[in-house]
């Protein structure tokens, strides 16, 4: 932004005082001027087409042929089939029935926590920015040191959890075959992995909010809980809505921990856990159908874009009726 | 002054904190051999499971007569994991080993598939090593044109294992020769299980999962996933069918430990002792020893299976077209697979030769980690009464489809038929166009 700013020597000059006859002689330099923010920003937009669009791009390609990583070499034309196969294939609807539970599974206890620990940190703690730092390490820690911890504590035979379980006189739980069970294990990590990351948005967001609006408040008699309802909140929409679109676009990417979580694409022996991720990880490089791979790639990522949509619509129509 | 320190202090932890992240993301890199300068040269070869090469010292032998070769290898546990990365590495051109490991499954594939991806070893000037094999095993890696793709190391003769201790524990014969004759058939392999179930501790399963005995059976048959003409016959095949059928009935009967086979929880199971028998083509034998390790030594016996036969596994070594030193790695090919070293493998490791002279010589060895079981004798007879199997290109796709819907059935009391269903459903999936 700083960039587009006018120039500095106009900033200086007084109201009334014409302005230097040297500045009509320069009409060379400034469109260079005008032509220099190009310049900067031109590094990301030409890496962003040899690593983003163009990828993108292929990738849409090669979804209308059927590729073969064994014969990657060989590429036949198919039209739309991979798409229309793909919504034929009830395991792809699985996937997406998968990737929306979990999901929610671990979205909204993430977001719902984070808010919490914020409003907590938000408060004049001693240590507190132990505690600031202490919340960021799970973001830190690699997907797959975090996956690998969590697997063994989730072991069925021999994992902590379970251990706890049947020492507090319960039944041990298939964290691996059951439904729901592998869900919850898989949405524990994305929530351990994720929330104190929002909570420190959270945080940057209400440090933004004023404090006479909650001197005020305090005077007009509302509690702490009143505070946070009709202050707090409302004054986080903005960073509460970025961080359900940033949310929902990793919930529907989600790879990393059901991949590892038992170390196989399939998403567990029943495909219970197989997000939409996994699934065209497995189509591409378990059976190595890099064809169809690319299509379900391309339907994530319309999907996306039509989730961020509404995202955007909801929180644009909030607005409205707010006002 | 402190709100400040204690700020640099905060930034400092997290800077480190970064530093140390930034040093363990990058100690997983540097492959840039250089070497071929002063004539020295770094053969790397890519293995799954466990060949025993390395723990049979095979590896320091050579090197010391060769003080030119450097040998590193490196190795995935579960092949399926081993073979995804191995076609990833050939479909990217980089980033594969002098040798590659291939497995009896996925030959049909790369004969069919990928020829072009690896070397004829005819082509590097040491003949046709598969000469002295069995005729199944150098058949099974020549395409139409007669290249020849891979070397043979070992076949998978069946038997099954048995740990003693808990057999005495429920009353049962330790006997191996009383036991061959109790599971001379499948059936009667369910029905000592029952007996065994009825006494045993709780928690001390009769055998390791559904899956193996699943594998072990199909693994009898000649025709088992696709016909002589290389159609799918899964759906319909007998081998298939009765292999089911009486897995199923393992886990109705409760003699299942249900446990995922090639994963860490399976692993641990060596040592601990939850289930008594275990489906063994001969190259388990290592891979028991390298699980239950010294301390169980002395626990495990070995009997004549169901049927007495069977073949599960067994493998190839290939020269991906890519290699670096094609002709350096066909020599320590043609040598890993001689006779002599075959002799060793089998005697130390367990891995039956697919050499016939090797195992003329084998039928003698027992094994003093398992009682002093004669394994030559026993996985000769399993070995000679072998049929010669018709690989498929998708086996190995097939043969997972089925495990892991017995896998369901165990784990999530999925009804057979529906799981069965699921199986026909995930080899669908994989192939269907």
Known sequence: ?323 | MRPFRARRTAALGTAALAATMLLTACSSGGTASKDAADGKVTLTIDLFGTFGFKETGLYDEYMKAHPNITIKQSDTQDEAQYWQALQTKLAGGGGVADIQGLEVGRVASVVQKQADKFTDLKTVGIGDVNDSLVEWKGAAVKTADGKVLGAGTDIGPEAICYRTDLFKAAGLPTDRIELAAKWSTWQGYLELGKQYAAKAQPGNAWTDSAAGMFTAEVGQQKVRYSDEGGKAVYETSPAVKTAWEDSAKLVADGLSAKLPQWTPEWNKAFSTGKFATLSCPAWMIGYIKGQAGDASAGKWDIAAGPGKTGNWGGSYLAIPRTAKHPKEAAELIKWLTAKEQQVKLFTKQGSFPSSTAAQAEIKSVQDPYFNNAPIGQIFSESAAAMPAQVLGTDDGVIGKAFTDALGEVERTNTAPATAWQHALDNVKKANGN
């Open chain 1, 1 to 323: 932004m700083a960039i587009t700013s006018p120039p500095a020597p106009a900033a200086g000059r007084r109201p009334g005082q014409p302005a230097p006859a040297a500045a009509a002689r320069r009409s060379g330099p400034r469109a260079a001027g005008r032509l220099a923010p190009y310049g900067f920003v031109a590094p990301f937009f030409v890496l962003f087409a040899a690593f983003g669009l163009f990828p993108l791009v292929y990738t849409a390609y090669v979804s209308l042929h059927r590729v073969e990583l064994q014969t990657s070499e060989q590429m036949d034309w198919l039209g739309l089939q991979n798409y229309t196969r793909l919504f034929e294939d009830p395991f792809f609807w699985n996937a997406l029935g998968n990737t929306f539970t979990i999901g929610v599974l671990s979205t909204v206890p993430q977001l719902l926590m984070a808010l919490g620990l914020a409003h907590l940190l938000n408060y004049k703690l001693r240590g507190r920015t132990f505690f600031r730092v202490a919340m960021l390490m799970p973001y830190a820690t690699s997907v797959a040191a975090a996956t690998l911890v969590f697997a063994q504590l989730f072991g069925r035979d021999y994992g902590l959890i379970n251990w706890l379980l049947t020492s507090a006189g319960l039944s041990p739980v298939d964290w691996q075959a059951s439904t729901w069970a592998s869900q919850l294990g898989v949405s524990a990590i994305v929530t351990w992995r994720w929330t104190g990351y929002n909570a420190l948005i959270y945080l940057a967001g209400m440090q933004a909010i004023p404090g006479e609006l909650y001197e005020s408040a305090a005077m007009d008699g509302a509690s702490r809980w009143q505070q946070f309802r009709h202050v707090t909140i409302p004054g986080l929409r903005p960073t509460i809505v970025f961080t359900v679109v940033v949310s929902t676009i990793g919930a529907t990417q989600l790879f990393g921990e059901p991949l590892l979580y038992e170390g196989n694409a399939g998403g567990g022996i029943s495909h219970q856990y197989q997000t939409l991720g996994l699934y065209m990880y497995e189509q591409g490089w378990t059976f190595f159908h890099l064809g169809r791979a690319a299509a379900v790639a391309w339907v994530m990522f319309l999907l996306i874009v039509v989730l961020a949509l509404l995202n955007a619509a909801i929180a644009a129509r909030r607005n409205r009726t707010d006002r």
